[in-house]
């Protein structure tokens, strides 16, 4: 049968068992974002809410993962570096459910961020369009058995570069203008968001792009990178908040 198959290189019941565990930390922390959401009047809760709907989604994306699902197979050369080898043929399992978990949750963790910084909607418009152009690259990339994956890298890192531009350029002058907390809380959020997401790229490029890197490695390097970016992030976030209204930033 064609679902379900098998690729030679594929995820151990460890990655398994870790795709799970993370699934587990991202069921726990919607229902704590929710939990704190109820104890905010009405209309003070936008930003629990779309934390909440992050680590929703992840919550269901890495419950497919642990179940090895929501993946097919690609052909792959088998890269053994530091050994004088000639590299064997076989297929990687390429987990593409990441990619659709990534379309929804990366805007919506921008317009999180922007939303923080009080940035214009046609700012925040472009900013989402470049990001949903690097995740469909890398998607496309991802799934391309030639070596023409690495010029889909190229057009997403260009996505990735217009983003940190629009952040550390016109969303922190906005955020400064709000005043003290939304300018700590932008400033906090952006630059553990910089340095995250360009982690992503590098974990790719081990992964479904050279095949480097075994699928387990591959499931702790991306499964790390998003419990910090999502649930800690989310957290770190939703702190920031504490002092800000919503009315203060234009919501
Ligand atoms: C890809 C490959 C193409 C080039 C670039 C990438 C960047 C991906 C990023 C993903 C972020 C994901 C997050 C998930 C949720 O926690 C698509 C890997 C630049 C930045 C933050």
């Known amino acids: 049968s ?43 809760r936008i930003f629990h809410y ?20 929501g993946q097919v197979p690609i052909q792959a050369e088998f890269v053994r570096p530091f050994r004088r080898q000639v590299a064997s043929a076989g297929t990687r399992e390429i987990f593409y459910v990441r990619y659709i978990d990534w379309f929804i949750t990366t805007p919506l963790l921008l317009t999180d961020l922007l939303l923080t910084a009080g940035i214009p909607w ?19 990339g991802a799934l391309t058995q030639t070596r023409y994956k690495w010029g889909f890298w190229t057009f997403g890192m260009f996505g990735l570069f217009y983003i940190i531009y629009e952040l550390v350029g016109p969303a922190r002058r906005h955020a400064s203008a709000l005043g003290d907390g939304p300018s700590k809380a932008f400033l906090t959020c952006g630059v553990l968001l910089s340095f995250l997401w360009f982690l992503y790229p590098i974990a790719w490029g081990l992964s479904e792009g050279g095949n480097v890197i075994h699928p387990d490695s591959e499931a702790v390097f991306y499964g790390i990178l998003d419990v910090i970016a999502k649930p800690v992030w989310g957290a770190l976030l939703l702190w920031g908040h504490r002092n800000i209204t919503p009315q203060q930033l234009g919501l």
């Open 50 to 69: 779309l934390t909440a709907a992050i680590t929703a989604t992840a919550c269901i994306s890495y419950f497919c993962m642990g179940s090895n699902l």
């Open 122 to 140: 046609p700012t925040l418009l472009a900013v989402i369009f470049a990001d949903i152009a690097m995740i469909v690259t890398g998607l496309v």
């Open 2 to 44: 064609v679902i379900g198959q098998h690729a030679n290189l594929e995820i151990t019941t460890h990655g398994s068992d870790w795709y799970f565990t993370v699934c587990a930390i991202m069921g726990f922390s919607t229902l704590a974002f929710m939990g704190m959401a109820m104890t905010k009047p009405q209309g003070h």
